[in-house]
Structure formats: C-alpha cells, structure tokens
C-alpha cells in the first residue's frame, strides 16, 4: 500500500508503508522500445507527484537574470464534482499544463491549483435521479438534513474521480492545495464575501423576475437556461406535464371594453397567464387605439376591470398591435408594469401549478390550464383563432422543464459599480482578453445599457446557506430586519444593535436558500489562496497571472471573478484572460448525449472495447444519471464509430491532437483520426531518439568518447544549418508560448524535428554514424544529440510522458548535467542559441532543398532499375557555384543520385544525350541524366497503355457526335478535343521512339 508522508522541510513524497522507502524512479534498464507505445506512459505521474515536481517550491532558490519572470500562478476552472473528464476538461487541462509546464521549466515558482466545484444545481439532480433509480425516493422524503447527507456519501464515493482523471492526462498540479467550494475553509470564504457585501450595501434583497424551474422548483441562472428555436406548431415532452405540450402558437382572444361594444384582441404564446394580466398595453402613435387609451377592459375570470395603457415597447406590427400585460410573468410586462405602477399578480405556485390566482383553474398544471382556458374563452365568445408562430422556448438545460418567469424575493448583487470598473478594465487593457474579439462580447455584457444587477439566491438544498438572518421581535415580523452574520447569535447581536433593544427580545430566522454556485467560484482566485486571511500564498500567488477557460463562461464567471475580486479585494484578480473554443465533432456538431456523439477522453487514453463502452451506458442508465432515449442515442453513435471500440492511444497523442488546432477559435471541430496521426508522431520521435541511442551504443562498444573531439574542431556547413535552424526554433516556440498560440509551438516543433532533422540531417550523417572509424562519427554524434535533446525540452509541455521516458534513456555526453526530471531542466531560450543565426546560410540551403525535391519530384515520374544512381547537372542562377559546391554530397545523398555537378552557366538543351530529362522551374534548371538507369522496360509498357488509352478516347470522342440530342457534342468542340489527343499521341509515340531506342542499347 502506498500513501502520502510530508518530510519536515520538504514537498510531499511518496513512501511505502511497509518499509519506508522513498518511491524510487521507473526501471529503465530494459531494452530501448522498438515502436511507440501507450504503456511507455506508465509510472511517470505518479514517480513525478510523489518527488515533489508540481510545488512552486521546487524553484525557489534559483538565480534569475534581470528581468527574468519570477513566478506564474494559475487556477484550473473547478470541474462540477458529479463530473468525469470529458473533451472540454481535456482541452482546458492540456492548454493549462503545457503553459504550467513551459513557465516552470522557464524557472518560475509556478503554481497550479486544482479543485472541484460543488455544483448545487447538477449534484443536486444528479443525487436525485440516483436516489430514485435505486431507493425510488424523493429528497422531500428524505428532508433536507438527510438529503444533504446523502449528497456528501455520494461526493466521498464519486465526488473526485475526475481529479483522479486529470492525472491520466499528465496534468502537473499542485495537488497539495486542491479544493472544493464546499469545504469548511472555503465555506468561510464565501461567508464573509457575502458579509462583507452586504454591509457594503453591495448585496441586496428584493422582489423581482427571475428564472424559475418548477422541476427544481428553484432559480436558475441564464447559462442554464437553452433557448429552443420552433417554427411552427410543434409538440414537446414537458416534466410532469403527463403528455405533450403543443408550442409555436399565437393565440388570440378579446378584451371587452367596459361601457362599450367595442373589444381589444390580444395575442400570445401563453393563453394561460392571462389569469395574471393587470393591462392591456397599445403603442401611443397607434391611431387605432388612440381612442381607448385610459379607458379599461373587463377580465372575464378575476371579473374586474383592467387599464387600457399607452407605451413606446409596444410593436404594432405585432399581432393585432395590442398586448396583454402580466408583469409577475414576462420581463418586457415586468418592465411596463413597474413603469405604470401596475399591480403584479403572480399565479403559479412553485411546482408549476396556479394559485389561488388562477381563479376556477387552480390546482391545475400550467400546461393543462393553456388547452383549458382557450376552451373557456371559445364559451365565453372571446376566443379569435390562432395562428402558427416562430417562437424561442427557455428550457431547463438539467431537467428540460420549460422555465418560467417568475416574481419572488430573492438576494441580488448592485453591479452597477463594479460592472462599470469591470468593463473599464478591458476598455484600458488592464485585462487583457486574448483573443480580442472579446472585447466586444465583453462591452455587451456590462455595457452601461446591458449590465444587469445579479440574482444570487437558488431554492436548492445543496450548497452555501446564505449567512442572513431574518431579525424581528415577536409579534412585530413586519417591523423585522436582515442581518449578514455566520451565526444566529451573532445575528441577534447585531440586531439587537440596529433596533436598539435587548438581544433577550429577538428570534432570529437563517433564510433556506443557498448561493447561486457562480458566486463561490467567482471568489475563486483568492479564496484558494486562504482568503480573507493574509496569508503568505494571497501575498505571493494573487493576482493570478493568467486565467484560461471556455469563452462560453466568459461573462458567467470571468466577468463575476473580476467584479468580486473588485468589490473585495480592491484589485483585480488576473492581467489577461485567454480563452478557448468549444469542443465539436468533426460536423461542428456540438457534443452532447442526445446526439449521441460524446467521447471520453478516458477511453482514448486507456482503450476500451465495444462490449465495455455499451455497459458503462447501461449502467449509467441504472443508476438513473442518462436517459433511456440518451442512451440508445450514445449505443448508435458507438456502434457507426467505434465498432470495434476504442484503441489505446495513450495521452500524449491526445494532448498533441487537441493543441494541433487554434484553441483559441470559436470552435474546434476534432477529427479524432488526428489522434491516430499524433500516435504515429510520437512513434517517429521515438525512433529518432532510438538511432541516437544506438549510435552512442557503437560510441560506447568500440571505446568512442565524444571528449577525444579537439575543441578547436570545426562543424560542417550542414552542421551549422541544422544550428541555425535550431535557433530559429527556439524562438520561434518561445514566441508561440508567450502568445498563447499553442498550434503555432506544434508546427515549429514539427516542422524542426520531422522536416529538418528528420528528413534532412539525418538522412546527411547516416553513412558518418554507420562507420566509429569516420573522422565525421563524433560531430555528427554531437549534433545530433544537441538537436534531439532540444528537442525533447521543447516537447515535453505538450507531450510530457514520451519526452521523459526518451530524456532518461538518453545517454549523457561528456560533462552534460542533467536535471532528476525532463520537467525541471531550462526551456530552451533564443539568446542562448542566437550566435548560430545565419540567414544567408538558411536561404542557401532553402534554395538547395527546392531543388532536392525537384530531383525527387523527376525521378518519381520514371521507373529505375533498382540501386540506380542517376547523375545530375543543376545550374541556379541566385547563388554562385561556390556557394552550392559545399552541398553536393547532400543532394546526393538526399536525393540518391549519382554524380552532382553545379553548373556555372544555363545549359546547351538541344546538346544533350538521349536519357536526359529537364526541369525549368524559377531561375533552377534540374538536367537529370537517367539513360543507364531507366527501367525501359517498364516504361515501354507505361506509355504503350497510355497510347492504347489515347485511342479508346478517340472512340469515345466519335461517339459523342452520334445518339441523344441532349447529350451530342457539337462538330467544333469534337474538332477541338482530337487536336488535343492528336497532339498527346504524337509526343507520347516519340517518347516511345525514344525509349525503345534506349532499350535496345
């Protein structure tokens, strides 16, 4: 058994429990893999977790230059506790490590703080659709105290598998300070955050429409509510409506004018809430209405009479260019009736049926009274028809419960200041949002005429109770006060003050609802450094210095941490924000379980078989967490793409696949073949790091040490390239680091290792490091392993599991230091590398490599006799003969030709023997002298079938003068289609002439 034992002085290790011993590192001492494999990521997390790595402590004594960064802190968004890791965590974790990993490796004291987010809303339903799966209860069964404590059995349980996940993933976080936004410090916190701003005067309680979800039967936030678009009549599966709901109607019906024939016809969406109707509202310059305006229409329910008003909201090209007013029901009523101090009846009870309000339907469900009230206003002869009608339903994205408007009292945040301080942040460019077509959404968001105060209450059972009490002596409730405080004697205490009488006088009553979940992870940034206590963490890692997240919350929780962070702290929590796409399949579509297209990063990562993916469904399906239609959604969507299941990939691949893409976008379609693609990448990294061991093996076995080179040797013009190149990447990669554009840092690194080490200095200095005994062994030893070892270094943020296993088997050159781990070594820098910058040199060999794949591209075209060398002559009119002379071995080599010759003038075409073929292409003539090395035979019979093809397109061409009008090509354009083959066939015959000459030779 292993567990955690904190050393005096020293990071958390791991230690067996049994002998005491410190967990030593990955046994190594096998032979090199031959291919890539998912199992070489084995051993690595947990060797990296238990030395300590992921403290910002483990930099704390480094020396750093003037200017040099000196720590960089970062929060992980917390994850809803109920959750397992699924792509958008993956995609946030990868981005978030590999920029914690570059700036640790750039010898910051980094801190990167993991934790979980209580999640009232999804816990609570996720809780209770498993307490009905498996108990068949309810909470009102259980009561709050025991529902609660269910919750917490379920968090102990469940709760946090998915920061099990994220070390799957290879995130380094420092796992020390991990948290949960309902755990004890925490809680106080979030307590004094809401003391403090309510005595601030900052919260605030009062009476207006919110978002209700009678499901819930609790406020829910905007980001829970889904917007479904009809365009006409459609029916849909309502919760506890018993059958479905017809929506996309407009329905219309009539107001009475009182003391007069005439009537008004309304039109709505929503039949049913006409019970709560205290106007009817016209437009003023509607001449139609003009008349009637102040006068008052009869409700033929309530029996009384109601307003006739005049306001500029009104759109009288809408329906009948009137409308009824329900200001308890509609935010434009709410709006209009506060502006005309209507009354607000409000007439739905929580769970969705009408009150007392509701007249003659009440009791009844708010979906049965819609069908019923038309029915009654058909008897009463006011009902006028109705019409189909595009419409948006707000829907409960947890329960899919049609959400309700609704008037009740409830906790609000005053964002006027702190929204204004907020917006001006990003006006300055004190925060930076990156990318910056934010700023607009941003502006949108608490823009003087946008921003909106906050509602922060939720009628839920799980989560932070708010800290206020409702003080009153007895008998006087009306006369009552609220007080902010953590206790109820300290309430009583403080009320007692207010009112000025005896503590012995008052009752104290805590209000039952909790706190909207945004709150507490908007105090997030400094409440997991220990605020409001200054501790020496809010001192050194607040402000944070870079907050990553989805840009879907950008305003939800980036915009609320920088107002609570403002109205608490007097500064703001982060300079810069950046912000990552969401998350689609490869149609854009995005995933969900009803689509059936969501794949667990887990499955990747570790593989998982056809028969393993359809029983996690089913049984999520028992525990009561997916619906049987999601299920049988997910089943079909396995079954067309992974019919066989998901192979092992590993997480490296993953991790590459994810950053391959500009995260930064609005969306990121993913092609989950590019994982495939990524694994194959990890493979070529492999077997390069695999001919450097094997050439250091031969250094070895034959008694070669890379010490016996002279010091004053001197590289090769194609070792100085390579250099060059080295450089130029470097910055390039610290460049894509700084800015945040991660997809720019893979292409270098690709680019580099694949294309110019790979490709390039490789295939150069293979016959060197064939032979001990070649004087170029050793400095192309040298290089080599510089570049690979670089290399390795500029992966590892990205890939950090391949990048320490290749890091520890390297052999080490002569008086190379090496770190414990490839993750506390320095990052590559571009000063170190820049005295190797050459841009005449790289233009030179650009140019040289042009035409390396222009000799390719040639000999591709014709079949050689195997081992063939074909001789080449190039003139180049951009660089002297002198200049090229020093890459002839490399074209040769490259391009496995014989003789390279550089020629000083263009050549003489016409002069040339049989068996050559020329290439012109900008300023570089290629003369490539095949004769010998021709596989005539092959290439008889290649243009024999393409004469042969010549001629059956000859036929083809007569026949479409004959049949069908419709399809008859016409005399010209025949004429002109056999010049064509014409043509074709008299080079093609000349070819042959040629090539049959050579044959007989």
């Known amino acids: 058994m292993l567990k955690l034992v904190q050393l005096p002085g020293r990071s958390v290790r791991l230690f067996c429990c049994s002998c005491k011993t410190r967990m030593s590192k990955k046994d190594l001492t096998d032979v090199f893999p031959s291919k890539y494999s998912p199992s070489l990521e084995e051993g690595w997390y947990r060797w990296w977790k238990a030395s300590g790595f992921f403290s910002p402590r483990i930099h704390m004594d480094r020396k750093r230059k003037p200017g040099e960064k000196s720590r960089f802190s970062m929060v992980l968004p917390p994850p809803n506790v109920t959750g397992v890791l699924h792509l958008g965590h993956a995609l946030t974790a990868t981005i978030q490590d590999s920029l914690v990993r570059y700036h640790r490796m750039r010898g910051c004291e980094t801190v990167w703080v993991p934790g979980s987010d209580h999640a009232g809303i999804a816990t609570q339903v996720v809780v209770e659709k498993h307490l009905m799966a498996k108990e068949g209860l309810t909470r009102h069964d259980l009561g709050r105290e025991e529902f609660v404590k269910r919750v917490w059995d379920w968090k102990k349980e469940k709760g946090d598998r998915i920061l099990r996940q994220l070390e799957d993933l290879g995130a380094s976080l420092d796992w020390e300070r991990t948290q949960f936004t309902l755990s004890k410090e925490f809680t106080e916190s979030v307590d004094q955050a809401f003391i403090t701003l309510f005595n601030k005067g900052i919260i605030y309680r009062k009476e207006s429409l919110i978002n209700w979800s009678c499901v819930l039967q609790s406020t829910i936030s905007d980001i829970e509510v889904?917007?479904?678009?009809?365009?006409?009549?459609?029916?849909?599966?309502?919760?506890?409506?018993?059958?479905?709901?017809?929506?996309?109607?407009?329905?219309?019906?009539?107001?009475?004018?009182?003391?007069?024939?005439?009537?008004?016809?309304?039109?709505?969406?929503?039949?049913?809430t006409m019970l709560g109707d205290t106007a009817v509202a016209v437009n003023p310059e509607d001449e139609r209405y003009q008349h009637l305006v102040g006068k008052s229409v009869w409700h033929p329910f309530r029996r009384e009479e109601i307003p006739i008003i005049a306001d500029a909201h009104v759109d009288p090209q809408f329906g009948t260019g009137a409308v009824k007013i329900t200001p308890a029901h509609d935010q434009n009523d709410f709006e209009i009736g506060q502006r005309h101090q209507l009354k607000r009846i409000n007439i739905l009870n929580e769970d969705g049926t009408?009150?007392?309000?509701?007249?003659?339907?009440?009791?009844?469900?708010?979906?049965?009274?819609?069908?019923?009230?038309?029915?009654?206003?058909?008897?009463?002869?006011?009902?006028?028809?109705?019409?189909?009608?595009?419409?948006?339903?707000?829907?409960?994205?947890?329960?899919?419960?049609?959400?309700?408007?609704?008037?009740?009292?409830?906790?609000?945040?005053?964002?006027?200041?702190?929204?204004?301080?907020?917006?001006?942040?990003?006006?300055?460019?004190?925060?930076?949002?990156?990318?910056?077509?934010?700023?607009?959404?941003?502006?949108?968001?608490?823009?003087?005429?946008?921003?909106?105060?906050?509602?922060?209450?939720?009628?839920?059972?799980?989560?932070?109770?708010?800290?206020?009490?409702?003080?009153?002596?007895?008998?006087?409730?009306?006369?009552?006060?609220?007080?902010?405080?953590?206790?109820?004697?300290?309430?009583?205490?403080?009320?007692?003050?207010?009112?000025?009488?005896?503590?012995?006088?008052?009752?104290?009553?805590?209000?039952p609802d909790v706190l909207d979940t945004w709150?507490?992870?908007?105090?997030?940034?400094?409440?997991?450094?220990?605020?409001?206590?200054?501790?020496?963490?809010?001192?050194?890692?607040?402000?944070?210095?870079?907050?990553?997240?989805?840009?879907?919350?950008?305003?939800?929780w980036v915009a609320r941490m920088v107002m609570l962070s403002i109205a608490l702290l007097g500064k703001l929590p982060f300079p810069e924000v950046m912000l990552h796409g969401i998350i689609?399949?490869?149609?854009?579509?995005?995933?969900?379980?009803?689509?059936?297209?969501?794949?667990?990063?887990?499955?990747?990562?570790?593989?998982?078989?056809?028969?393993?993916?359809?029983?996690?469904?089913?049984?999520?399906?028992?525990?009561?967490?997916?619906?049987?239609?999601?299920?049988?959604?997910?089943?079909?969507?396995?079954?067309?793409?992974?019919?066989?299941?998901?192979?092992?990939?590993?997480?490296?691949?993953?991790?590459?696949?994810?950053?391959?893409?500009?995260?930064?976008?609005?969306?990121?379609?993913?092609?989950?073949?590019?994982?495939?693609?990524?694994?194959?990448?990890?493979?070529?990294?492999?077997?390069?790091?695999?001919?450097?061991?094997?050439?250091?093996?031969?250094a070895e076995e034959a008694g070669k040490s890379l010490s016996e080179l002279p010091k004053d040797f001197k590289p090769s013009i194609v070792d100085m390239w390579i250099l060059n190149q080295l450089a130029n990447t470097v910055k390039r990669v610290n460049d894509g680091f700084e800015e945040r554009n991660l997809?720019?840092?893979?292409?270098?690194?690709?680019?580099?290792?694949?294309g110019d080490v790979c490709d390039v200095f490789v295939e150069y200095i293979k016959p060197e490091l064939q032979n001990v005994d070649n004087p170029e062994f050793l400095p192309s030893l040298l290089f080599l392993h510089t570049c690979i070892l670089s290399s390795l270094k500029l992966i590892h943020p990205i890939m950090p599991f391949i990048t320490e296993e290749l890091y520890q088997r390297l052999p080490k050159l002569p008086n190379e230091k090496r770190k414990e781990s490839i993750m506390l070594e320095n990052f590559p820098q571009a000063m170190e590398w820049s005295g190797f910058l050459n841009k005449d040199l790289e233009n030179l060999v650009e140019e040289v490599l042009r035409i390396v794949s222009g000799v390719r591209g040639m000999k591709s075209n014709y079949s050689l006799?195997?081992?063939?060398?074909?001789?080449?002559?190039?003139?180049?009119?951009?660089?002297?003969?002198?200049?090229?002379?020093?890459?002839?071995?490399?074209?040769?080599?490259?391009t496995r030709c014989g003789d390279v010759e550089f020629l000083d003038s263009r050549p003489d075409l016409e002069s040339l023997q049989i068996g050559c073929v020329v290439s012109a292409i900008d300023n570089t003539t290629i003369i490539l002298n095949l004769g010998s090395a021709l596989d005539t035979e092959k290439e008889v019979k290649k243009l024999q079938e393409k004469i042969a093809k010549n001629a059956r397109d000859r036929v083809k061409l007569d026949k479409s003068l004959k049949g069908n009008f419709k399809f008859r090509e016409s005399a010209e354009t025949v004429a002109e289609k056999k010049k064509l083959l014409d043509e074709e066939l008299q080079k093609l015959e000349q070819q042959l002439k040629i090539m049959q000459g050579l044959k007989s030779d």
């Not at 009549?233 to 109607?249: C, I, K, N």
């Not at 009230?373 to 419409?391: K, P, Q, V």
């Not at 940034?525 to 963490?537: H, I, L, M, Q, Y």
């Not at 997809?743 to 694949?754: A, D, T």
Request: charged residues 25%.
């Open 226 to 272: 889904s917007h479904v678009q009809v365009e006409k009549r459609t029916l849909f599966d309502v919760p506890g409506s018993g059958r479905p709901v017809e929506f996309g109607v407009l329905c219309n019906f009539a107001y009475k004018v009182t003391g007069s024939e005439e009537e008004i016809v309304v039109s709505t969406t929503r039949p049913e």
């Open 743 to 754: 997809h720019v840092v893979l292409k270098e690194i690709r680019g580099f290792l694949y």
């Open 865 to 894: 006799k195997k081992g063939s060398n074909p001789s080449v002559s190039i003139h180049c009119e951009n660089w002297s003969i002198s200049d090229l002379n020093h890459f002839r071995t490399l074209v040769q080599r490259l």
């Open 519 to 556: 709150f507490s992870s908007g105090l997030y940034p400094f409440a997991v450094f220990g605020w409001p206590s200054r501790s020496e963490d809010v001192e050194k890692f607040f402000p944070l210095d870079l907050m990553e997240t989805g840009h879907d919350i950008l305003f939800f």
């Open 354 to 511: 009408l009150n007392q309000n509701g007249c003659e339907f009440s009791g009844l469900q708010r979906f049965t009274v819609r069908e019923s009230i038309c029915s009654r206003l058909e008897e009463l002869g006011l009902y006028r028809g109705d019409t189909d009608n595009a419409m948006s339903i707000p829907v409960c994205g947890r329960t899919g419960d049609v959400v309700e408007p609704m008037l009740k009292y409830q906790w609000f945040i005053d964002t006027d200041k702190i929204g204004e301080m907020a917006n001006r942040a990003v006006k300055d460019k004190d925060i930076l949002l990156n990318p910056n077509l934010y700023d607009a959404v941003w502006e949108n968001f608490l823009g003087k005429n946008s921003n909106r105060d906050w509602c922060i209450s939720r009628q839920l059972w799980w989560g932070h109770r708010i800290p206020a009490w409702f003080c009153y002596k007895e008998g006087k409730e009306n006369e009552g006060v609220w007080i902010a405080a953590v206790s109820q004697s300290e309430a009583i205490r403080k009320a007692a003050e207010n009112l000025g009488c005896s503590e012995s006088t008052l009752k104290a009553e805590q209000d």
């Open 584 to 698: 689609c399949d490869q149609q854009g579509r995005k995933m969900s379980k009803s689509l059936g297209n969501v794949i667990d990063p887990m499955h990747i990562i570790h593989g998982a078989s056809k028969e393993e993916l359809l029983n996690e469904l089913d049984t999520s399906a028992k525990n009561g967490y997916l619906s049987q239609e999601e299920v049988e959604a997910s089943k079909t969507g396995i079954l067309k793409n992974f019919p066989t299941g998901i192979s092992r990939s590993g997480a490296d691949p993953l991790r590459w696949a994810l950053l391959s893409y500009d995260v930064k976008s609005q969306q990121i379609n993913l092609d989950v073949s590019l994982i495939n693609r990524a694994g194959a990448w990890c493979n070529k990294i492999l077997q390069v790091n695999k001919f450097l061991f094997q050439a250091h093996q031969k």
